[in-house]
C-alpha cells in the first residue's frame, strides 16, 4: 500500500509570513501532483511534478519534488488570506497518471 | 463551460435507507472518479470508470455500495443500507486520458446518516 503523509497537520499563520508543508512516503512514484481544497468544494489542482529534483513555481507557490521521487515541499511566500485551505498532496499508484493515492492534507490558516 | 455537476448537495437520511448519488462529468471526459472525505481517513478513492466500464473498485467499501455508468455522462453511487458510519463528503471527478492527469472534482455530496 502507497501510502502519503504530510506535515504539519496544521498550520496558522500571520499574512505576509513565508511558509514549507511537505509530503513524504516510503515509496517511489512516476508523478505527484498538488491540491488545494476550499472550504465546501472540491479539491483544484495546482501543479504536478514528474522529474525528480523538479521545481516549479507558480506565482508565490514553489514545489519542489525529492530527487529520489519519494517527497515533495510546498513553500508560499508573503502568504495572502487567500491561499487559507486544505492543501493535499496526491501520488500516482499505478505509473499511467490516472489513480491517485491522496495525503491527508495541511490546513492552512492566513490570517489577516 | 459547466465543471463537474454533483447532486444533491445536501442529504441526510436515516439508518437504513437507501442513498442515492449522482455526477454529471464535464462532456468529453473519459475517465470518472468517486471519492469519500471524512477528517479521520481523508479522501480515498472509491471506484473509478474509463469510457463507462469500472477499471478500480478496491475502494468500494463493502457491498452496500454499488457505482454504475450507464452513458458518458452520467454516473451513480448507491448506499444500501446506509449506515451512520457512511456519513461524510462524497465527491466525482473527471478527467481526460492524458499522461499525469488532471482531476476536475465535483462540489461534493455531504451525506448525513443518522
Known amino acids: 500500500t502507497q501510502l502519503l503523509e504530510q506535515s504539519p497537520q496544521f498550520l496558522s499563520i500571520q499574512e505576509g509570513e513565508n511558509l514549507t508543508v511537505y509530503c513524504n512516503s516510503s515509496?517511489?512514484?512516476?508523478?505527484l501532483q498538488w491540491y488545494r481544497q476550499e472550504p465546501g468544494e472540491g479539491p483544484v489542482l495546482l501543479v504536478t511534478v514528474v522529474t525528480g529534483g523538479e521545481v516549479k513555481k507558480l506565482k508565490r507557490l514553489t514545489f519542489q519534488f525529492g530527487d529520489a521521487r519519494k517527497d515533495s515541499s510546498l513553500h508560499i511566500t508573503a502568504a495572502q488570506p487567500g491561499d487559507t485551505g486544505l492543501y493535499l498532496c496526491a501520488g500516482d499508484v499505478d505509473n499511467y497518471g490516472q489513480n491517485f493515492v491522496f495525503g491527508p492534507g495541511t490546513r492552512l490558516s492566513v490570517l489577516p | 463551460d459547466a465543471g463537474v455537476i454533483q447532486s444533491p448537495r445536501h442529504e441526510v437520511t436515516e439508518m437504513g435507507q437507501e442513498v442515492t448519488l449522482r455526477c454529471k462529468p464535464i462532456s468529453g471526459h473519459d475517465y470518472l472518479f468517486w471519492y469519500r472525505q471524512t477528517m479521520m481517513r481523508g479522501l480515498e478513492l472509491l471506484i473509478y470508470?474509463?469510457?463507462?466500464?469500472?477499471?478500480?473498485d478496491s475502494g468500494m467499501p463493502e457491498d452496500r455500495f454499488s457505482a454504475k455508468m450507464p452513458n458518458a455522462s452520467f454516473s451513480t453511487l448507491k448506499i444500501q443500507p446506509s449506515e451512520p458510519r457512511d456519513s461524510a463528503v462524497y465527491f466525482c471527478?473527471?478527467?481526460?486520458?492524458?499522461?499525469?492527469?488532471?482531476?476536475?472534482f465535483g462540489p461534493g455530496t455531504r451525506l448525513t446518516v443518522l
Open positions: 515509496s517511489v512514484f512516476s508523478s
Open positions: 470508470f474509463n469510457n463507462n466500464v469500472p477499471i478500480d
Open positions: 471527478a473527471s478527467s481526460l486520458e492524458e499522461e499525469y492527469n488532471e482531476q476536475f
